[in-house]
C-alpha cells in the first residue's frame, strides 16, 4: 500500500481554476439545452417532418373509370389494369444482351430503346405505354436497374365496331374523346386519390399515416341500348349499304313508348379497339351531326297539322292531275300523275303535289308551329357532343314556293335523331317523347302537338304506305301491322341540288296497334340503280324490325292463322 | 418511499414494452390487411378479365355464326312460328267461366 504523502493534499491551488473549469462546464451544459430547446421547440415540425421523409411515403390510389353497359347489364366498355414501362436514365444499368432481350418484348428497335434511355437530362422516359400483363412480368423477371412499371387502365370495347358510335372512345390519358366517352366524361372519369404511409426497410406498408385525398371511382353508365337489337341493327345496314353501293348510312332505333335509343349506328365505321382505324370520315356519328333534307317522310307532319286544324279529313279528296303544280315560276312534280286522291293516298303514294296543296291551304305560321313543337330545327338533348340542331327558317321568312316544298320535306333540314323523335308523335297517340341515351326507369311525360284522334288518322294513313299500293310495301313485316313512310330527297351540294345523287330514307314503327319501336332509316347516295326509300331503305326497316320485334318477345297484331285456339279445336293437344 | 419508487419504475417499464408489442402488432395486422387489400384489387382486376371475356364471348355475332354454321339453326319463318293465345288458353282451364 502506498501511503498518499500529507505534503501533496496541501498543495494550495488558486481559487479561480476551479471557478473557471466549473464555469466552462455549466455553459457547454448550457448551451447543449438551449440547442435541445430552440431544435424542439421551434424547428420541431420541420424536423418531424424531415424524419418521416426517411420513412414515409405518398401512395397514389387508383380509381377505375366507370363500366358502360347496356340495358340489360350487358358490358358496352369496360376498363382493365395494363402496365407502361418507362426509364430513368439516370439510374438505369443495362448490358448489351439485356438490351437485345427488351427490345424483343417492347417489339421496339434497340436503337430506339437506347437513344431513350440515354436521354441524362432527364429521369422519367416512356419506353412503351400500354404492355399486355404478359410481357410486363418478362420485363421485370430482367431486373434490370432503372427500368420500372407504371400501371394505367385501358378501355376495352367488347362490341367493337357494332357501338363505336355509341360509345366513343377514350385516348391514351383515358379521356374521353367521342360519343358516350366524351359526353359522360365527368361521371365516367374516376378522380385519384393518395395517402401518405409508412414503409419498413422491406418496402410493405406498415402503417396509414393519413389520407390525403380519398379515391373516387367513377360511376357506372346504364345506357338504354340493346346491345342484340345494336348488331341487328348494324348488320342489316352493313348488308344494305353494300347492296346499295352507298357511301354512307344510318339506323335509330327508339323504343316508342319511352322515348329510349335502343340502337344507334352509323357506316363507314371504325374499331375503337383499334385507333388506327380512325379517321375524320369513320368517325363522324351521321345520325345526329349531319343533317339532311327529309324529303317525304315530313309529308305526316304537314297533313297532320292540316287535319288538326280542321282544314281536311283523310278522306277529302285531291285532285293531283297532272302531276304537276305551277307555284309562281317554280313546278312541283309527281313521279307520275296520280290523278284524283283521297288525303290518305295523298300520304300512301306519298305525291308531292297533292302535300304542296293542302300546305297551301295552311297559314305559314300554323306549319311553322308544327314543325317546331315536332322537334325539327331544335337540339334533342341526347347528351351526345355535337349534335347538330338542323335547320328550320322563321316563317315570316317563307316565300309561297318555299312554304311549298317544305311541306315535302325540301328547304328544310333536319338529323336522323331528330326525325325519328317527330315520328313518337305518331306513335304515340300526339305526344312528343323526350328521347334519352340512358334507360329510363320512370315513365316519361311527352309533350302533346296533335290530339290523339289526328294521331289515329296519321297512324292509320301510315299503314297505308306499307300495304300494297304504298310507296313500301318491302317494308311490311308478316304478323305485324306497320306504319312507315318513306323518303327520297335529292342531296344538297354546295346549295344546289345534285345530280343522281339522293338520299334514301324511311322511318316506321311497328306493331301499329300499339306501337313499341321506332326505326328511322337513312342511305346516302345509293348508286347500284336503285334510290327510292321503299326500294332501298325499306328493306332494312324490315329486316331490324322484324329482327327486334322478335328480340323484344313483342306478340303480333296481325297474325296470319298462326294462333293456336283451343277453344274451337281442343284436340290440336295431342296433335301438339 | 423508496420501495414505492422502485415498483413505479417498474410499472412504468412494463406500460412502455407494452405499448412496443401493441405497435408491432398493430403494424403486423396491418401489414396482413394490405395484402388482403392487395389480394382484393387483384381480384377485382380478375373479375373485370372476366367480365371482358364473357362479353366478348357472347357477342351477337358469334352466337349467330356458331348457331349457323356449326348447329345448322334457321330463324323459322313468320309461317312456321304458332303463337298460343293466352287469353283462349285460359278460356280452355276454366271452361265455365268460373271466377277463381
Known amino acids: 500500500m502506498i501511503k498518499i504523502k500529507p505534503e501533496l493534499a496541501q498543495i494550495k491551488l488558486s481559487a479561480w481554476r476551479s471557478i473557471l473549469l466549473l464555469s466552462l462546464l455549466v455553459l457547454g451544459l448550457v448551451s447543449l439545452a438551449g440547442r435541445a430547446a430552440y431544435l424542439q421547440g421551434m424547428h420541431h415540425d420541420f424536423l418531424q417532418q424531415k424524419g418521416e421523409l426517411r420513412y414515409s411515403r405518398v401512395i397514389e390510389m387508383n380509381a377505375d373509370r366507370g363500366m358502360i353497359t347496356d340495358r340489360n347489364g350487358q358490358i358496352l366498355a369496360i376498363s382493365s389494369p395494363i402496365a407502361s414501362v418507362y426509364a430513368d436514365p439516370k439510374v438505369v444499368k443495362i448490358t448489351p444482351e439485356q438490351l437485345k432481350q427488351l427490345s424483343g418484348l417492347l417489339e421496339t428497335s434497340m436503337a430506339e430503346i437506347d437513344d431513350r434511355i440515354k436521354r441524362e437530362n432527364s429521369r422519367f422516359v416512356y419506353l412503351k405505354r400500354q404492355v399486355v400483363p404478359d410481357t410486363a412480368e418478362k420485363i421485370m423477371k430482367l431486373k434490370i436497374p432503372g427500368i420500372f412499371l407504371s400501371s394505367e387502365s385501358k378501355r376495352y370495347y367488347p362490341e367493337s365496331e357494332f357501338a363505336a358510335h355509341v360509345l366513343g372512345f377514350t385516348d391514351i390519358n383515358d379521356e374521353g374523346q367521342e360519343g358516350v366517352e366524351r359526353g359522360w366524361q365527368d361521371s365516367l372519369a374516376g378522380e385519384l386519390g393518395s395517402r401518405r404511409v409508412i414503409k419498413d ?52 332505333v327508339l323504343d316508342a313508348q319511352t322515348g329510349e335509343i335502343l340502337a344507334l349506328t352509323n357506316l363507314p365505321a371504325y374499331n375503337p379497339n383499334r385507333r388506327s382505324t380512325i379517321n375524320n370520315e369513320r368517325l363522324r356519328n351521321r345520325a345526329l351531326i349531319d343533317t339532311f333534307e327529309p324529303g317525304s317522310t315530313l309529308k305526316p307532319f304537314t297533313v297532320a297539322i292540316a287535319m288538326e286544324v280542321g282544314k281536311i279529313n283523310a278522306d277529302t279528296l285531291m285532285q293531283t292531275s297532272p302531276g304537276t303544280l ?20 295523298v300520304i300512301q303514294q306519298s305525291s308531292n303535289v297533292g302535300t304542296a296543296k293542302i300546305a297551301l291551304s295552311l297559314e305559314s305560321q300554323t306549319m311553322w308551329e308544327m314543325f317546331n313543337r315536332s322537334g325539327f330545327g331544335m337540339l334533342t ?40 323523335r317527330a315520328y313518337t308523335i305518331f306513335a304515340s297517340g300526339g305526344e312528343l317523347k323526350p328521347i334519352s341515351l340512358l334507360k329510363q326507369t320512370m315513365p316519361v311525360m311527352g309533350q302533346r ?50 345530280n343522281k345523287r339522293y338520299i334514301s330514307t324511311f322511318v316506321g314503327y311497328a306493331p301499329a296497334s300499339n306501337p ?40 303480333p297484331d296481325a297474325p296470319a292463322n298462326n294462333v293456336v285456339t283451343f277453344t274451337a279445336t281442343p284436340e290440336m293437344d295431342e296433335e301438339g | 418511499m423508496f420501495k414505492l419508487n422502485i415498483f413505479f419504475i417498474f410499472v412504468v417499464i412494463a406500460c412502455a414494452l407494452g405499448i412496443v408489442t401493441s405497435q408491432h402488432t398493430a403494424r403486423k395486422l396491418f401489414m396482413e390487411l394490405e395484402n388482403e387489400k392487395g389480394i382484393e384489387r387483384k381480384l377485382e382486376v380478375e373479375w373485370g378479365r372476366l367480365q371482358l371475356e364473357q362479353s366478348t364471348l357472347i357477342m351477337h355475332g358469334r352466337i349467330e355464326q356458331i348457331a349457323k354454321e356449326n348447329l345448322n339453326m334457321t330463324a323459322p319463318a313468320a309461317s312456321s312460328i304458332q303463337i298460343v293465345s293466352i287469353s283462349n288458353a285460359e278460356d280452355r282451364l276454366n271452361p265455365k267461366g268460373i271466377e277463381p
Open chain 1, 326 to 345: 305551277q307555284v309562281g315560276r317554280k313546278t312541283i312534280r309527281d313521279v307520275n300523275n296520280k290523278g284524283e286522291l283521297t288525303v290518305a293516298q
Open chain 1, 449 to 498: 302537338v296533335i290530339s290523339r284522334h289526328t294521331a289515329l288518322a296519321m297512324s292509320r294513313m301510315l299503314e297505308m304506305a306499307t300495304k300494297p299500293g304504298g310507296t313500301a310495301p318491302l317494308a311490311q313485316i308478316s304478323g305485324y301491322r306497320v306504319a312507315g313512310k318513306t323518303g327520297t330527297a335529292h342531296k344538297l351540294i354546295d346549295g344546289q341540288y345534285a
Open chain 1, 201 to 252: 426497410n422491406k418496402g410493405r406498408i406498415v402503417e396509414d399515416i393519413e389520407n390525403i385525398r380519398t379515391p373516387k371511382p367513377g360511376q357506372d353508365l346504364v345506357l338504354s341500348i340493346d346491345r342484340r337489337i345494336q348488331y341487328r341493327a348494324h348488320v342489316e345496314l352493313k348488308d344494305a349499304v353494300k347492296i346499295n353501293k352507298a357511301k354512307a348510312g344510318s339506323v335509330v
Open chain 1, 516 to 555: 313499341r319501336l321506332i326505326i328511322a332509316v337513312m342511305i346516302d347516295e345509293p348508286s347500284a340503280g336503285k334510290y327510292f326509300g321503299g326500294a332501298v331503305a325499306a328493306p332494312v326497316f324490315n329486316k331490324v324490325m322484324s329482327g327486334a320485334l322478335r328480340i323484344m318477345n313483342i306478340p
Open chain 1, 381 to 420: 338533348n341526347s347528351g351526345f357532343p355535337g349534335e347538330a340542331s338542323g335547320i328550320l327558317r322563321p316563317y315570316n321568312k317563307w316565300r309561297t314556293i318555299e312554304q311549298a316544298t317544305m311541306s315535302y320535306g325540301h328547304g328544310i333540314s333536319t338529323s336522323l335523331m331528330q326525325l325519328a
